[in-house]
């Protein structure tokens, strides 16, 4: 199970930190992917951490902006996310893929899913 936390209003140029904790299962054996869905569009990736050799990989969209990052101790990922738009607002989910090696965690590979949590970002 995996459960998303740390969404919430915030204004533009700000910054939240987003965190995807981990139970029944440990997180470092998994690519962990962060997605976001705009309100009438479709989900799209935004940042994927390859646990297998902590490769990162970032959506042009949001590089230099956000980081991912691990705590192997708390089996927790973040998303830090620094300088943020109104283009930002978006539920965001994050996600585990068995295979930990993956550079991108394509959507379809993807084996389970938080509930999201809300980013408002709204002056």
């Known amino acids: 199970r995996l459960v998303e936390s740390g969404g919430g209003v915030v204004q533009p140029g700000g910054s939240l930190r987003l965190s995807c904790a981990a139970s029944?299962?440990?997180?470092?054996?998994?690519?962990i992917g962060w997605f976001r869905q705009a309100p009438g569009k479709e989900r799209e990736g935004v940042s994927c951490?390859?646990?297998?050799?902590?490769?990162?990989y970032y959506a042009d969209s949001v590089k230099g902006r956000f980081t991912i990052s691990r705590d192997i101790a708390s089996n927790t990922v973040y998303l830090q996310m620094n300088s943020l738009k109104p283009e930002d607002t978006a539920i965001y989910y994050c996600?585990?893929?068995?295979?930990?090696?993956?550079?991108?965690?394509?959507?379809?590979?993807?084996?389970?899913w938080g509930q999201g949590t809300l980013v408002t970002v709204s002056s």
């Open positions: 996600a585990a893929d068995d295979n930990r090696w993956s550079r991108t965690c394509p959507e379809v590979s993807m084996d389970a």
């Open positions: 029944g299962f440990t997180l470092d054996y998994y690519a």
């Open positions: 951490l390859s646990n297998g050799d902590g490769n990162t």
